[in-house]
Structure formats: C-alpha cells, structure tokens
C-alpha cells in the first residue's frame, strides 16, 4: 500500500470527523437564510469523497510518480512548515500586515526568490490583503502592536 493511499484514507477518516462536527453548527446570529452551515459541510463532503477515491481506486488507474524526495526538498518541505508555524504564533501579536509580509518574505527567499524582490512583494500583499479583508470583505483582521 502506497503512502499516498494511506495519506488519502487517514485525511478522508478526519473529514468525516469534521463533517459530523460541521453539522451541527449553528450560529446565534445567522446574515443568510441558510447559515453559516453549507460552506463547511460542502467543502468537507467534497474533501472527504475525494480521498477515498484516492485511497480506494483501482491500481490500474493509479499511475506511480517518483517524487524524488531529496534531503534538499525535505529541508525545504520542514522549513515551510516551521514558517507556517511560526506564521500562526506571530498572527495577533505581530498583526496581519507585519506577519503576512514576514511569511511572504520568508517564502520568496525560500523558493529562491531574490531578497529585495520577496520583501517588497511580502509589504505589497500584506497591506493589499489587509485592504481586502478589512475593508471590502468586512472580515476584522489583527493589526497587533500597530493598533
């Protein structure tokens, strides 16, 4: 059995947790006739249907992939995810603008990406996103210590 089945059955196994959580969610207060409830639910029914075909398709239409996992790609793969970490440490002290552009920059370097080009486009993207989600979408971000 290929790890990517395993993978596909053990992240199928948790959807369906979290569709059973999803389910019974009901906000207080609800802006549409249908709630909040539907956008989970289908995202998860989606996530979850998806991998057990994964996991659980015929080996004839499973076709094998060398992902050629070096110990560069691994390192690389370990400091994204110590970056995201980091990135949802940082969230609410740092504020939204500050950590995005950190995590922007972070990213572009990691990807090879030249310093001066990754630290302007993480400032750029950090405020825009700001802009876009406080302001056009009315989602309240974190400002942090710049609040």
Do not use: N, Q
Not at 43 to 56: G, H, T
Not at 105 to 126: E, N, R, T
Request: with cysteine; glycine share 10%.
């Amino acid at each position: 059995m290929s790890a990517e089945r395993i993978f596909a059955g053990i992240l199928g196994f948790v959807s369906l947790g979290l569709l059973y959580l999803a389910w019974g969610y009901v906000a207080p207060i609800a802006y549409d006739p249908l709630g909040p409830r539907p956008y989970p639910v289908l995202l998860l029914v989606l996530l979850m249907v998806s991998c057990f075909y994964l996991a659980l398709r015929p080996k004839k239409l499973a076709e094998s992939i060398d992902l050629g996992y070096s110990p560069l790609v691994l390192k690389k793969i370990g400091l994204l995810m110590l970056f995201m970490l980091m990135y949802a440490l940082t969230f609410e002290f740092l504020g939204f603008p500050i950590a995005t552009a950190l995590m922007f920059f972070a990213v572009g370097i990691l990807f090879g990406g030249h310093p001066k080009a990754a630290a302007i486009s993480g400032i750029v993207f950090g405020c825009l996103f700001y802009g876009l989600f406080d302001y056009i979408l009315d989602v309240p971000l974190p400002l942090g210590f710049l609040s």
